[in-house]
């Protein structure tokens, strides 16, 4: 079973059958987590689908 670390509270976490794009919840600390890679299963923080690049503002 492939397992990768959480990059909130570095627990381990083990995924049946992982498919990139799926969310994941860690069982530790509850963060929920985006498969970016499966060989080697890495996960990253979702982005959000309602982000826009016009949300950012310029510090100027």
């Not at 498969?35 to 503002?57: A, C, G, Q, R, S």
Request: hydrophobic share 35%; with cysteine.
């Amino acid at each position: 079973m492939p397992k990768t670390t959480c990059i909130e509270c570095d627990a381990v976490i083990r995924v049946d059958d992982p498919v990139e794009g799926d969310i994941i919840v860690c069982p530790e600390c509850g963060v929920e987590l985006e498969i970016i890679d499966i060989d080697p299963l890495d996960v990253d923080y979702p982005l959000d689908d309602d982000w826009e690049e016009d949300d950012w503002e310029d510090e100027d």
